[in-house]
């Protein structure tokens, strides 16, 4: 945060939260790092106690924190008050300690190498890494006798800008007085933006310089544009507030099942992962869950979950919804979200590696145990359960799923459409299967050849690439040839411009975070069907995605712009 910004400048970055707000800038400010005029340890046991103090007193102030929070968000502090008495990390700062390092550079170094290893593991673990660099600033200014650093108390509503934010700081946040929060670094699936997301606060990350505002400039975003203005006119904030209250009307009016104004149906569906999202879900005007993510039971574990402890969550999550569909997908480790018990070996390329349904090569039994608890939960509950398999590539693995399922006594089975070779061969898979979902961000992922966990190549993953268009157009073109269902349960189903297009390339179901639906079902009750079939055909003829979307929303109603 060298040098400050105060003139009027617009900035750009990923919104991954849809909404507007405006606010003064509260800069989180950087950490105290270690104290410059320390000098060596000369008594190693001595010290070693008062890091010990000074962890436990971070671990009991996060798990404090932690009691005032949904059991998810509790869960992210727990996990890292308790990285906070690990045992290797207390040994390792020791060691440092007994080979005459002053306290903090034992601290800063010893959370710095660990932070370096779980870095190198990459994926979901490198994203810990966060928490532990959090751990850290809050451990040196325990041991400084400082303030402890992080989000500060407000007495105003404010736009938290940070560098970058740690999931246990972001858990905490109240969206009453954050308004907004912007992002220099990170990536939009990282931690901290599924959180903000959660929290329903506009966020944007990847926003370029936005560490150099001053503290208490104004500001004002616009998270579904990924926007932000320094320093607006007030005119410029008018029209964003004007913007903001019409939106607001249109989403209030907004309600029942998903069509479009001249009856063409898309049922609108909740993406969840975990017991809270459901029961939050179940309170919101939708109709079922189109993807469960079934593998929130399964990683940070020692072992996977029995068959008895997954029967019984699968049964209280199908029943918060009634006789409505629920669509569960069967585990999807691997990659970017490593099993502890289930030993991959070195994968040199882990998103090309043993994911989704291929973990079945080492792991059969974990697939035979989910599906059998499924069936179990199936017979104790009304809802209405589809079944499908994260990253199918062939038809041989669509037939070994779906034989399994059906033997579990499964009913509706599907597969998800997440790699060009199963949209290419939709029509084929549908000969076997019931049903398709598309994740589109396993798609852009694969068809662009990006890594979606690295936000510098967010452009090239944006699901309006028109690669990324024509893998959809080819595999709805394949389901509607077979007769049977595809949905969209990526997160391009939740851009209400997006969801348009699908409709008009055939798609019959969008599935999306809960948040989000209410702006898609208005513009699809402000569209036709023939509209939104003019825009995918140009969507689809477009050379870039920039090109594409403008082309859309050209041809979208005057009605829907405030939605966008
Ligand atoms: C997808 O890839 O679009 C998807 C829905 O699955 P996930 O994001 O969990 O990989
Ligand atoms: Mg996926």
Redesign the pocket.
């Known amino acids: 945060m060298g040098k400050t910004m105060t003139e009027h400048i617009t900035l750009s970055g990923i919104g991954v939260s849809s909404g507007i707000a405006c606010g003064k800038a509260a800069l989180i400010h950087p950490a105290p790092g270690r104290d410059p005029d320390e000098l060596p340890s000369v008594d190693p046991v001595a010290d070693g106690e008062r890091v010990r103090a000074a962890l436990a007193l971070v671990s009991a102030s996060l798990l404090k924190r932690a009691e005032k929070l949904s059991e998810e968000s509790a869960s992210i502090l727990t996990a890292t008050a308790q990285l906070a008495l690990d045992r290797g990390l207390i040994k390792a700062i020791d060691k440092k300690l007994g080979k005459g390092q002053g306290i903090t550079q034992a601290v800063d170094e010893a959370l710095e190498e660990y932070a370096q290893m779980l870095k190198n593991l990459g994926g979901y673990m490198a994203e810990r890494a966060t928490d532990l660099y959090d751990l850290r600033d809050r451990t040196l200014c325990a041991l400084r006798g400082l303030p402890d650093c992080g989000i500060p108390e407000f007495t105003e509503a404010v736009i938290l800008v940070a560098h970058d934010l740690a999931p246990a700081e972001t858990a905490t946040l109240d969206p009453e007085t954050v308004r907004g929060i912007l992002i220099e670094e990170g990536g939009p699936t990282s931690h901290t933006a599924i959180l903000a997301a959660q929290l329903g606060i506009p966020t944007i990350v990847h926003v370029k310089r936005i560490c150099e505002v001053t503290e208490g400039e104004m500001l004002a975003l616009d998270a579904t544009a990924g926007k932000v203005i320094v320093s607006p006119s007030a005119e410029e904030i008018e029209k964003l507030k004007e913007r903001a209250q019409q939106r607001e009307k249109m989403l209030t009016n907004s309600s029942g099942e998903g069509a479009t104004c001249d009856g063409y149906r898309v049922k609108l569906l909740a993406n969840i992962g975990t017991l809270d999202d459901a029961q939050r879900a179940a309170q919101c005007d939708l109709e079922g869950v189109g ?1 469960f ?1 079934t593998e929130f039971l399964f990683l940070d574990r020692a072992e996977a979950p029995s068959l008895n402890e997954q029967i019984a969550s699968y049964t209280q999550i199908l029943s918060a919804f009634g006789e409505s569909r629920v669509v569960v997908r069967t585990l ?1 480790a691997g990659a970017d979200k490593p099993l502890n018990f289930a030993d991959l070996g070195r994968e040199a390329n882990p998103a090309l590696g043993r994911r989704g349904l291929r973990l079945c090569q080492v792991r059969e039994d974990l697939l035979d145990t989910q599906l059998a608890a499924l069936a179990a939960a199936q017979e104790n509950t009304q809802a209405q359960l589809w079944v499908m398999a ?1 990253m199918v590539s062939t038809c041989e693995e669509a037939e070994c799923f779906a034989t399994k399922a059906r033997n579990a006594g499964l009913k509706k089975i599907g597969v998800m459409i ?1 790699v060009p070779a199963a949209a290419i061969c939709a029509r084929q898979l549908l000969e076997i299967v019931d049903f398709a979902s598309i ?5 852009a992922q694969y068809t662009m050849a990006a890594d979606r966990t690295d936000g510098e190549l967010a452009p090239l993953l944006n699901p309006w690439q028109p690669a990324v268009l024509q893998m959809m157009k080819i595999a709805c073109e394949g389901a509607q040839a077979s007769g049977k269902p595809i949905g969209v ?3 391009a189903g939740g851009d209400p411009l997006l969801a348009l297009v699908l409709t008009g390339l055939g798609i019959t179901s969008l599935s999306m975070a809960p948040s989000k639906i209410k702006a898609v079902r208005a513009a699809l009750s402000l569209s036709d069907f023939t509209t939104c079939q003019q825009m995918a055909a140009l969507a689809l003829k477009a050379s870039s995605a920039q090109e594409a979307r403008v082309s859309v929303h050209k041809l979208a109603s005057p009605a829907i712009l405030p939605l966008l």
């Open positions: 993807l993510r999807d994260p997440e994740g589109t961000n396993d798609l349960c990526g997160e």
